[in-house]
Structure formats: C-alpha cells, structure tokens
C-alpha cells in the first residue's frame, strides 16, 4: 500500500541504516549546526520515501541494504550500521575511492543532503530563501487550471469517440493536439500523470519532485555506469519539470538526418518555418541581465576569458523573474510550458482532456488502429477498477523515449525489431566550482548561460544552478562528516555548469520481466572520455572565472585547486563506471527513416506498418540533436500533425 514501507520490519531496518548514514554525513556542530540529529533529519527523510511510488522506494531499500553489508568486505567487517561513527565516516570516505560503492552511496548521499539543505533551519543558515531574483510587484493573476477529467470523477467504465487519440500531453503530444483541435479535428489527450497549478509549485522543491518526477525522481538505466534518467509525470509531460532551455536543432544535424538517416524533408531550410513558429508561440527569448543571476555571469565571465562561444540562453517565458526553479514547476507561472502554451491552444479548440488514465492497450482492428484503453488511476497513481476507452481512427503515441516503445512492445505493433533500440540519453553531470565571493547560485533563471566552442564535438556547457542540495549539487560535493558539511557551508560561494554530452552509444528499451520498462544502457567508452573532457572544460571554465576550488565527482580526484590538476581528468585510467551521472533526454527508441529494417515510422512520424498509428515524441529522433531536445521534438510533432492532416483531408 502506498504510504507505507513494504514491509514493517524491513522499513524500520532500512530506516536504521539511512539514520546512520545521516549521522555519519551530518554530525552535529562544525561550521553548519545543526546536524543531522539536532533537526530530526530521519523523520522527514522516512516521511517523504513513504510517499514514494513502491517502485522507488524499493530502490531506496536496496542502495540502503546493499550500503549496510558492504563494510562487511572491507577491513570493518561489520554492517554499517554498527559501526562507530568516526568509522562510518571513515567507511564513507573509502566508498568515494570506489567506484561500484560510489554508485550507491551518491544517491544515498544526494537524498540526505537534499532532505538537509530543505530543512527551514538549514536553508536558513545557507541563505535560500526560494525568492524570484527579482521582485514580483503587484499581484499575479489567478493560477492558470486546465478542464480535466479524472477520478473520482471517473467512478466507472467510461467511452469516448473522437477523431484522434492522443496519448501523452508533453512537449510532442500537446503541440500535435493543439494543431490538429485547431484544424477542427475532435481530440482526446490522455494523460498519466497528475494535473498541476502554480498553487502546487509553492512547496519545497523536494516535495515536488515527489510528485511531478515519475516513480519520485529516481527512474535510472541498468548498465555500466548506472545512470539517473529523471521524467516528468504530469499533464504538460516534461515540459513542466524542465529547465525551458530551447535550442533549433543544429542545421549540421538536420543535414546530417536528411543526407545520412534518409529522412525526407528534414533539411534546415524545411525546419526553419516549425521552429520560428514554435518560438513564436512558446514567446522564446533570451535570458536578459535583470533575472540571470551570479551563476550565469560567471559562465560568461569564464568563457570571455577564454576567449570561446556563448551567450544567453533562451527559454519560453512571459514575466520571469529568475525563480530558479524551473525544474520543480515554476511558482510563477512565467516558463510557457504545455500546460500553459499549447494545451490551453487545444482545449479552446475543443480537445478534451483526461488526466490519471494510463494508456496500456492500443486498439486493432483487421491491421488498423481503432482507439486505445487506459486504466483509471487514484490520486496517488494506483490503479482504480475503472477503464477509459476511446475510439479513434487515427492514434498518436507521444508518451516520450520510454513509454512509447513500451507501448508498442507490450501491444505487439510495429516493426518489432527496431522497437526501443538506439536510446539517446545525453549524458552529463553537474561540475561545481569555488569562489571567494558570494555567487548564491540559486538565485537566478536555474539554467541560465551556455558555451556552445565544442557542439560539433557533442560537447555543450550550460550555467545550471538548482535549488541547495536538489539534483547533483549536494551528491557530487566529495567527503562526509564536518568535511562535507564545510563545503555545504560554503554553497553561497559555489557556481554550477551542467555537461551534456552527445551519446554515439546508445543503449535498448526493453519490457522487464516486472511487465514495466527497462532501460539498458551501458556508457560507451567514446562517451566516457567525452563526458571527461566536458568535465575538464567546465573546470577549465570555472578556474578561468576566478574558482578556487573544482569539484570533478572522479574516484580520488574529488578536488582539483589549480588548472595544473585539470589534465588528471582526461586520463585514461577513468573507467565509464566511475562516471556518477545523470541524464535528461531519453530519445531516438522509434526512430524515423524510410527503411522499415531500420526505422519504426516514416519520415513522418506514420508507424510502419500499422496504419492509424502515429508517434509524435522524442523516440523519433533517429540520433541526439546535440542540443537540449525540446524545440526538435515540438517542430517534428508539428511536422507530424500536419501529415496527418493531409492524410486526413485525402481520405
Ligand atoms: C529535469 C529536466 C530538465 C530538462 N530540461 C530541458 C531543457 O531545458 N530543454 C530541453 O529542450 N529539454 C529539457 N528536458 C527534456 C525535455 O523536457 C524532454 O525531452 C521533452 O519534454 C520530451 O518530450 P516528449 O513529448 O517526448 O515526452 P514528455 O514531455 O515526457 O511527455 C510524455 C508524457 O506522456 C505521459 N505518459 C507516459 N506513458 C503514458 C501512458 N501509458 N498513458 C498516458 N500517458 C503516458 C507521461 O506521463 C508524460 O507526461 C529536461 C528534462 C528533465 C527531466
């Protein structure tokens, strides 16, 4: 049941082992009092993995179990738990020399530090106070809501007829609605996950990862090294969860798609006309000086040093006030994610709207799409014993890089053989510099400056600073004990660059033995050392900028002081597993392409094979863009819309 742990006794035992992580993390005293202890971390940490989806806090379970018995490999020979705390502290200092136990301590680590820089009296010290960068005068208007129908509304069997059906309501599946409901098409949007307001946003940015990340947040590939692939869940899709950085596919991509891939009509010249409009109606604009934040200026600053190419990074925004939250649900309501760009298009043109339905079968009849069911979920996202059907001739699949070839796996549709093959992730990682002066990273648009010298590499570095211990920052700081906690003091002098790197590699989407979506996916070698080199490019950056200290996150390479040290990150001694990173752009796992050997859809978003069906998502893309994906992914699903209405209109 949710809410609770899965089992009392393992829950009291899983929750002994993270109290004694947090000890050993975050004693008492030093240069940031209160500990651990002294705030009653356990409490809050064992109430927000209650709230946790059972898959993740399963995980949870597992990295605290599998931490609890590693000492009993090394000379401490006793579970974690028991040992001392000057011994725990040691054994977790030992853990950063490793690379199998790093893989399981960083998250434990991250978890902690999130709950602990989220507590009032810590944030306080730290100097958060979650404030727009610059002051909000007067009174917003009233939260923007969408007309959604779910449970408890939803208190039986339900069906709907309608032209298309669309499963999915992020970046792709929201602009196919509006265009298609705006061309007088009857649409319906279903939805997994929960639908938001900016009243939703006003909590602690840790809460509303819980709620608007699918399974909380912790979604992550199975291979070498594991790595976190964080999703949105939520009606608007990822979009609501995302940084807003917005970038045209590069115009050697397009070529690249076109020349290579054998995709029609993929040219710069054919995508240029999408992309000015999707710009034009998500209002993409430059950060300008007045909300960009320290954080940003210091990326500048570092890149005009070196004399390299930047600028400022544009995003979709009416009235931002550098929040720097976007990531966790703007509290203004400024970023124009789909919940407030393109789905209030389509539902003024007549789209209905389901929320907490997900889609599990797609309806066939003689070779051709009819409609697809969804199972009715709960407020906490559980099944209910109610179905939605709708009827549809047409059906378009846009329930991003995971879902959608799930989708068709677990349905049986396709070309079977190219399903779920060649995911993109883009890895990267967070590199953190210190200064001697107060930068107070947070405060500022999050993502915010990028350096763009290396994209042809597959190199891109973007000023990314989240809220004190949410996503990398807290997990990469090396260390435990007063150590740690001198650095987590010191976060008011910290700047962040976030790496993205293109994956040549690409790992498979497959449907686990539990029935759900794995990803499998190992860090191909070429990759890793790309992922270092962006690693010393931002330290590069960083010391250029005046930083003191570099944060790498390489086992026995936690600190570099001097740019002498940088060449010891681009050694070839670095294995992929001793990489902690994470990933924000699961994609390419239906890639377009005219060959049905090689493709699932045509170059136009029409699944091969199975007429009706349509994918309108990141798993088109057949290789990384180079660049954050959600402007590529919004022209393509216009491109598919407009396909679908000319096929539409012949028939
Ligand atoms: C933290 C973070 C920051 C990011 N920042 C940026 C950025 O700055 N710039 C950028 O370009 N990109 C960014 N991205 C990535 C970008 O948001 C995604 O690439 C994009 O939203 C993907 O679009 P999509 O339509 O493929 O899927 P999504 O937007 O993820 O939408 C898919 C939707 O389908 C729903 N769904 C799944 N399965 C089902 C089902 N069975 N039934 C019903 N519904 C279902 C999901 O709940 C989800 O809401 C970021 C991602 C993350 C996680």
């Known amino acids: 049941m949710r809410g609770q742990p899965s089992d009392g006794r393992e829950g009291t035992r899983v929750r002994t082992i993270l109290e004694a992580l947090a000890e050993a993390l975050l004693p008492s005293g030093g240069s940031l009092d209160p500990g651990a202890v002294e705030i009653d971390l356990i409490d809050d940490l064992d ?4 709230r946790f989806a059972p898959e993740a806090r399963r995980r949870v379970e597992l990295m605290a179990l599998a931490l609890e018995l590693s000492p009993l490999f090394s000379r401490h020979l006793r579970p974690f738990s028991q040992l001392p705390s000057e011994r725990r502290e040691a054994f977790l200092r030992l853990a950063e020399q490793r690379s199998t136990l790093r893989q399981i301590v960083a998250p434990l680590k991250t978890l902690c530090g ?40 939803l208190r039986r069997n339900e069906e709907e007829i309608a032209d298309v059906a669309i499963v999915g309501s992020g970046a792709g599946g929201a602009t196919v609605a509006a265009e298609l409901a705006r061309a007088g098409l009857s649409v319906v949007v279903i939805e997994e996950g929960p639908a938001a307001t900016r009243e939703d946003f006003q909590v602690r940015p840790v809460e509303r990862v819980v ?54 009509d993929i040219e710069p010249e054919r995508m240029a006309p999408l992309f000015e409009e999707i710009e034009g109606l998500l209002n993409v604009t430059p950060v300008t000086d007045d909300i960009m934040g320290r954080n940003g200026e210091i990326l500048r600053r ?52 389901y929320a907490r339905c997900r889609v599990d079968r797609i309806r066939v009849r003689n070779g051709r799409v009819t409609g697809v069911e969804a199972m009715v979920l709960d407020p906490e996202g559980q099944p209910t014993p109610y179905r939605l059907i709708v009827h549809a001739p047409v059906v378009v699949l846009a329930a991003g890089a995971i879902y959608t070839p799930w989708l068709l796996l677990r349905n049986r549709l396709g070309p079977r053989h190219s399903i779920g093959r060649n995911l993109r992730i883009h890895p990267g990682c967070g590199v953190m510099g210190l200064f001697e002066e107060e930068i ?60 993205l790197v293109s994956d040549t590699g690409s790992g498979r989407v497959v449907v686990g033995p539990d029935g759900r979506p794995w990803m499998l996916y ?124 000319e096929t539409w209109r012949r028939s």
């Open 47 to 50: 109430s927000l993995i209650a």
């Open 114 to 153: 999130m709950v602990y820089c989220a507590h009032p009296r810590i944030a306080a010290l730290l100097g958060y106070e979650g404030r727009p960068f610059k002051p909000v005068e007067g009174s917003l208007p009233p939260p923007a809501a969408l007309p959604v129908r779910q449970y408890p509304e």
């Open 211 to 264: 709620r608007f990340y699918r399974e909380n947040g912790l979604t992550h590939t199975l291979g070498l090294p594991p790595i976190l692939v964080p999703m949105g869940c939520a009606v608007g899709g990822t979009t609501v969860v995302n940084s807003g950085t917005c970038f045209r596919t590069p115009e050697f991509v397009l070529h690249q798609w076109h020349a290579v891939e054998g995709i029609r």
């Open 302 to 353: 570092g890149a005009e040093a070196l004399g390299v190419r930047h600028g400022p990074i544009r995003r979709p925004v009416r009235g931002c006030h550098g929040s720097g939250q976007c990531a966790f649900g703007c509290p203004l309501d400024a970023k124009q994610d789909m919940r407030l760009s393109m789905l209030p298009r389509a539902v003024q043109a007549g789209a209905r709207l």
């Open 440 to 499: 107070e990273g947070w405060r500022g648009v999050m993502q915010s400056y990028y350096v763009d010298e290396w994209l042809t590499e597959g190199i891109l570095l973007e000023a990314t600073f989240p809220p004190p211990g949410v996503g990398y920052s807290a997990g990469v700081f090396p260390s435990a004990g007063q150590d740690y906690k001198a650095r987590l003091a010191r976060y008011r002098q910290m700047a962040a660059i976030g790496i």
């Open 522 to 645: 190992s860090l191909h070698p070429e990759d890793a050392a790309r992922v270092r080199k962006a690693i010393a490019l931002a330290a590069r950056l960083l010391f250029a900028a005046g930083a003191r200290e570099v944060y790498p996150g390489l086992p026995g390479l936690e600190v570099i002081r001097s740019e002498k040290e940088i060449d010891a990150i681009l050694s070839s001694r670095w294995r992929p597993a001793d990489l902690i990173l994470s990933a924000y752009h699961p994609m390419g796992t239906c890639r377009m392409g005219e060959d049905p050997q090689r493709s699932v859809t045509d170059s136009y978003g029409a699944v091969h094979g199975v007429p009706g069906l349509w994918i309108a998502d990141a798993s088109l893309l057949p290789s990384s863009p180079v660049v954050n994906p959600q402007i590529t992914i919004m022209a393509l699903a216009l491109r598919v819309a407009r396909r679908i209405l």
